[in-house]
């Protein structure tokens, strides 16, 4: 199994583009989440979804947009990049086999 | 709210020797869940061990434990023998509401291993 997959691993952006990272996990869980974590520090959520076509905010959702329109992929929108969203961001999900972690992307805007 | 707090921005340890990092949780829910990940520096966040609220035990994963303690609302992670390979960053986490799942993190512990 695959597993988390999100795509891509680094990306650079300019102030006030757009982009959206990509999420997909092949295990059928239902809760996928979205977190970021700045350097030193641990996880902050931003998104999750407990199913398809439900979302809802976590601790640090401003800039930040999602959606679920399948069980598996689970896409954030960043609509206007700003610095303070330099950052890694984590996609997870979890099941009843516990919890699923990508690998990443670290996004650097400029 | 829930809450998880690590104390210990840093830690050091001689190889062979046992460490033990800290993490208390707040919540007033009955039932949770607490973990601990790993994470090195190429990245990724590498599950270590897990204890349920209502576990009678402390668990145990290998050189790994969890000093639960519940009265207390401590969660402290033991690894023993430490082996360089062991330097890392270590987070605690809580499961958050039963209907969402969300794990909640704290700030993390950053172990190092010297010879």
């Known amino acids: 199994n695959a597993g988390v997959t999100q795509t891509p691993k680094f990306r650079i952006l300019k102030i006030g583009q757009s982009m959206t990272l990509q999420c997909t996990q092949d295990?059928?869980?239902?809760?996928m989440y979205w977190y970021r974590q700045d350097p030193g520090m641990g996880l902050k959520l931003i998104y999750y979804?407990?199913?398809?076509?439900?979302?809802d905010k976590g601790e640090v959702p401003n800039g930040y947009n999602v959606s679920r329109s399948t069980t598996e992929d689970f896409p954030l929108r960043l609509e206007l990049a700003a610095p303070s969203q330099t950052s890694v961001y984590f996609c997870?999900?979890?099941?009843?086999?516990?919890?699923?972690f990508g690998s990443g992307t670290r996004l650097t805007v400029v | 709210a829930q809450k998880i707090t690590q104390t210990q921005p840093g830690m050091f340890v001689q190889e062979k020797e046992a460490v033990t990092l800290d993490c208390t949780y707040d919540t007033s829910d009955p039932s949770y869940g607490l973990f601990w990940y790993k994470q090195p520096s190429s990245g990724e966040m590498i599950f270590l061990i897990y204890q349920g609220s209502y576990d009678q035990q402390n668990a145990t994963e290998g050189r790994y434990s969890l000093n639960f303690q519940k009265a207390r609302k401590s969660a402290n992670l033991v690894i023993s023998a430490s082996q360089l390979g062991d330097s890392a960053m270590y987070f605690c986490?809580?499961?958050?509401?039963?209907?969402?799942?969300?794990?909640?993190f704290g700030t993390g512990t950053r172990l190092q291993v010297f010879p």
């Open positions: 295990m059928n869980h239902n809760y």
């Open positions: 986490a809580m499961r958050g509401p039963w209907n969402t799942d969300k794990l909640i």
């Open positions: 979804s407990v199913g398809a076509g439900i979302t």
């Open positions: 997870a999900s979890s099941g009843t086999d516990g919890y699923t």
